[in-house]
Structure formats: C-alpha cells, structure tokens
C-alpha cells in the first residue's frame, strides 16, 4: 500500500482513474511538459486491459485486441516503440452461462450485431436462446416498426426487450455490452450506442431486418481488428514507464475522496483505499487521507466515482438580514452514485454523514443577480450540512447545522455514544459568525439519541429565532423547536408528536394568523408515497391542535411563510413545484388555492422567502439551485 508521502500534494495535473483513458491522458500531460499525479483506486492499472498469469505465462485477462479504426492507437503505439500484430486463432469467445446450466465457451453470434441477432432461428441462436427464447425473438418480425419507439425504448435494455425477449437482452446483448462498454445496457441511450438502429427498424418493419441490412451494408469492410505483440498489458506497462521517465507520479491503491473546486484550481483529497466487499465492487477507503492541490483535472474513473466526486448545490435555506440583505445558504455536497441527488437514494442526508459537505452561501442583489459562492468563515467544523436559518429580534442571525468529528451519522448517532454534532453560527451576517458546539446541551435538554436542525428559512417569534430540531429517541421520532437569542438558548417547545403514533422529521415553522404554525414531513422512507403531511399549531410553547393534509409529498421538507407553501406536487416523484395559499388548519380541512406551477421538470428540496410584494423560492434542478420569482398578490 501506497503511505501518504509517497502523493505529491501540488502536481501539475491529476488524473483519476488509472484504465487506458485515464493512463493517455497522463501521458499526454507528461509530454507537455506538466508532471502529473495518476491514482488508481485498484490494485493494478489498466482497467479492462489486465494481466494474469496462467501456466506461469502473462496472459491479457481482459481486451485482448483493439479495432483498427483510425491512426490513434496506432499512433501511440509507435511513440511508445510497440509493435502492432494481428491476432491469431479462431476469434474472440464468450464465456457464459450455458443453457442448461453451468458455464461454456462459445463464440458471438455469427450474424449479429452488439448481440442483437439478424436470424433469430440459426442454429447457433437456438444453442444461446433455447427454444423459448428463440420463439420470443421471431414475434419481432410481426410486430411491426412502431414498438420500442416509445420511451421504454430510449435504452438499449429496454429497445431490445421490447423488440426481441428477454433471453436475447440476458443471454447475448448484456454480456457483449458489459465487455465492450463496462455498463449495463439499462443505463446506455440506444440512439448513443447504436445511431440510427431504432429509425431502421420502424424502416424495415422489425429490429432482425435492421441489423441484417446494416451487417450487409458493411460486408466486407468490417473493422479489422489488432493487438500488441506480447499482449495487451505491454501496452499498460509502456505507458506507466513514459509518464515515470517524464517525472510524473502514478500510483495504484490510491482514491480520491472528495473533489472541491477553488479559485486557483482543485482539491482533492486522496489516500488509500482497500477492496470492496464483492470483487466488482469499487474500492473504499482504507485510512485518513490528504489534500492535494492543482489546477488541471482529469476525471477517467467509473461514471459513478466521477458523479460522487463532482459537488452538487444542494438543500437551499433562505433568510432576510437586518440591513435587508437575502442571503442563501445551501449544501455543497458530492454528487450520489446514481441519480440527480433530488432523486432519493439515501447517499446524500445527514444520515450519511461523515460526507465532505459543506455549507455556503450567496447574496441576492435587488436586480435578482447572485453573488459568486462562499464558504462560511473559518473557525467551525470542517463537515457542515443542513442550514436552518433565522434572525432574532435584534437582527443575530442564527445558522444551526449538522456536523461529525468521527464516522457516525444520523441513525447510528447515540445519547450513550459517538454522537451527530449539533452545531450554532451567530453574528450580523454569513462573513460575520462565532460558532457554538451546541451537542451536549442539546442532547441533554431534548434526551436525543440523535439530532439535527431541519433545513431551510426559519422565523421569530417574541424575538427569538424558532429552530425546528428532529429529535430520535430509540426507533420514533418526533420534533422539538428550540428557540434562539443572541446565540442562546431562550426556551424550548412541548414536543411535536405526530397522531396515531405518525412519526415526525423535517419541519418547517412559520407564524400564521398569531399562531406558531409547524408543517411536518411524515417519517417512512423519507414521508414519500405517504400521500400526506401533519400541520400542527400553538402559542409558540404549547401546541394546541394539528391536522393531517393529504397532499402529493415525495418526501422532500417542508417550505412555509405564513399561508404560503411550496412543494412538489407529483405524488411519486420530486417534480412539479407549485406555490400554493392554504386555508388556516385550525378552522377546518385544509383547503389549497394554487398561485405558481414552476413547471413539470424535477423540483427538490426549496425555501421561500418575501419582500415586499415579491415572493422569492429557490429550488433543487438538475445537480443545482434554481430560482423562480412571483408577485401572488398580483
């Protein structure tokens, strides 16, 4: 294993991710003149070009061979003194689950193309289908042109499904596409993999004809294919020593954790990583890591490392100063391994918590303009998630946050243990802050096992800022306002708790008509699909009714200013905001009046804010914030 020392903390370049890609690019760099860092989370180089040992002779475990298809390989190749050989024996073969159980070795599909056969009834189709499967794959020549043009036909997995069966998607395409493109067939466009392959078959009447008619219009001028002599590996193994000659460092074993982007450049924080729990899993860390600074990145790993590393603005929370200035403040946060972050997958709440998150924060000019991000001063905790903010009577504004100084997160935090951190930030404005560690008084005060502040924009009331805290204690939940002046604590409200035993998290609170109003999330799998949330209201101590509102609610938190509220409105996705005026709880069954559709597109987590007569929501869009501004009144 690679120590810490051996990483260089200020290259010319970093490249992440030490397959062919990412090992070209290095070596690019290296003859620039640039010395560049490679990590490799694994434990060899090469990515699916690999070398193995059998009989005691190097073998290539992975590609074997490369299509001649231009001067780029070719050309590296000649730079690195290789020589290029075409490949003998019988062709490249799948190893694959056979039909009747077990594991063969047979070849492709002689007729075919990315597995995808143009005579379904061949005999060696029937060897790889069975006859089920066979029968399936021929209805594609009755079927007509229309089916797969639909949306479940915009990936390869679901075109071929629709147009062929199952047995041909499982047993010919996704091991061919794996090999070649090291991704399911689920997750590739068909459009991107194969142009043109869905128009010719609506063409040709069915996707068999389609590839029959493309294997004849190339004939014989299929791409030949080559190798290096020796093996593909030589090829890693040249590489590896160019960018080593030319003063660059690569490393194997070696991740990065964390991906920020600064002014000069990017950080990035790399250290030692060990085997997943599967070995197709990727790698995860083994140990402390350290900073590394540059300002050219190449990001070559897997689609999902990248997304983690690259940061995503996340969970906005909107407040007003005393000098009237609006003031943003959101989660910069790395992406999850799949979806939009918006989309829930449990990578990315405080549950998950030691994330390299951190808040920042924007200021909006009167013109509507935002300032460029800016992390909070320095002084606190270098983890901070979740911003609740308010200001008090005398114009403090209060930042309540979740933090960790250890590996512990939301659901294994304990009263007894390892404990989620409950942090305070206080002052005039965002550059202007002293922080408070406020864990023990907290846990004391609330009997927590776990704790954190929701998000979002908070208010005042009888002067004191009105900070909404989930409260765990064992398995239930429920939610507890902790009220805040000039950095202290001035009281705390009766516990929230749901009816009928509905647990209770994220809130927001608001004051509505005098009253102290709190709009609860219910708890399970993030409230979504509950198809309802618990509007509770009291003097700001006591809570002296609530009501359950049966409403879309796919899970995201509440975003309250008196009558108004902005959510999602489909009930099975985060999309669709709309800014609506509710009717008061305490007189009846909530009524909703709908002012603003911010569109049918993706809608996350959002906070309001008012100023005169414009209402202000920022809101959760594809990996960022977006804003929307209203005049309701009007």
């Not at 502040?453 to 900070?467: I, N, P």
Request: with cysteine; glycine share 14%.
């Amino acid at each position: 294993m690679n120590s810490l020392d051996a990483i260089p903390t200020h290259p010319g370049a970093v490249v992440v991710g030490g397959g062919i890609a990412g090992l070209v690019a290095a070596w690019e760099l290296a003859r620039a003149g640039v010395r560049p860092l490679l990590i490799e989370a694994r434990g060899y180089l090469g990515g699916l070009i690999a070398r193995g040992k059998v009989g005691g002779a190097n073998v290539d475990l992975g590609a074997e061979t490369y299509v001649v298809r231009g001067t780029d390989t070719s050309s590296i190749m000649e730079a690195l003194g290789l020589t290029s050989v075409e490949p003998a024996g019988s062709g490249a073969r799948l190893y694959a689950p056979a039909l009747r159980g077990g594991w063969e070795l047979r070849p492709f599909l002689r007729d075919s193309f990315l597995g995808i056969p143009a005579h379904p009834d061949a005999p060696d189709c029937a060897h790889v289908l069975g006859e089920a499967g066979v029968r399936r794959a021929l209805e594609d020549r009755s079927m007509g042109g229309g089916i797969g043009m639909d949306e479940a036909g915009e990936t390869l997995a679901g075109f071929v499904a629709a147009r062929m069966g199952e047995a041909v998607l499982e047993r010919s395409v996704r091991p061919i596409i794996a090999g070649i493109y090291t991704a399911d067939p689920s997750v590739l466009a068909t459009d991107t993999v194969a142009p043109g392959l869905r128009a010719d078959t609506a063409r040709h009447g069915s996707l068999a004809a389609a590839v029959a008619a493309r294997l004849a219009a190339a004939g014989s001028r299929r791409t030949p294919e080559a190798c290096v002599e020796g093996g593909m590996f030589v090829l890693v193994d040249a590489l590896r020593a160019a960018i080593e000659e030319a003063g660059g460092t690569v490393l194997t074993r070696t991740g990065a954790f964390s991906l920020r982007r600064e002014a000069s450049g990017w950080t990035l924080e790399c250290g030692p990583t060990k085997p997943g729990p599967t070995p197709g899993a990727e790698p995860v860390p083994n140990g402390l890591g350290v900073s590394v600074t540059t300002e050219r990145l190449v990001l070559a790993c897997s689609a999902s490392a990248a997304l983690r590393l690259l940061t995503q603005a996340r969970i906005p929370g909107l407040v007003t100063l005393a000098d009237e200035r609006t003031v943003l403040f959101f989660d910069e946060r790395p992406a999850p391994a799949s979806g939009t972050g918006s989309d829930f997958n449990g990578l990315t709440m405080a549950s998950d918590l030691p994330n390299p998150n951190r808040i920042c924060w924007m200021e909006r000019a009167d013109e509507g303009r935002w300032s460029e991000p800016r992390p909070l001063p320095l002084g606190g905790p270098s983890v901070s998630s979740d911003a609740c903010v308010g200001a008090d009577g005398g114009g403090l504004m209060h930042l309540a946050f979740a933090s960790t100084d250890g590996r512990v997160g939301y659901m294994d935090s304990r009263a007894d243990g390892e404990r989620l951190r409950a942090w305070w930030a206080w002052g005039s404005g965002p550059d202007d802050l002293a922080y408070v560690d406020m864990t023990d008084e907290l846990y004391e005060l609330t009997g927590a096992d776990a704790l954190f502040a929701t998000s979002g924009g908070t208010v005042a009331h009888d002067g004191a800022v009105a900070l909404p805290y989930v409260v765990r204690v064992g398995e239930r939940t429920h939610v507890r306002v902790v009220y805040a002046r000039g950095g202290r604590i001035t009281r705390l409200a009766d516990p929230l708790v749901g009816p009928d035993g509905i647990l209770l998290d994220e809130t927001a609170v608001t004051v509505w008509g005098g009253r102290v109003v709190a709009n609860c999330r219910l708890q399970g799998f993030e409230g979504r699909g509950s198809g309802a949330r618990y509007l509770a209201w009291g003097d700001g101590r006591r809570w002296e009714g609530g009501r359950v509102w049966e409403l879309a609610d796919p899970g995201c938190n509440a975003c309250a200013s008196g009558n108004l509220f902005v959510h999602p409105h489909e009930r099975d996705a985060r999309a669709g905001g709309m800014l609506v005026r509710l009717s008061a709880p305490w007189e009846g069954p909530i009524r909703t009046r709908r002012l603003v559709s911010m569109g049918p597109g993706p809608f996350g987590y959002s906070d309001i804010s008012g100023r005169g007569d414009e209402v202000v929501v920022v809101f959760e869009r594809d990996r960022g914030l977006w804003e929307a501004s209203f005049l309701p009144g009007r």
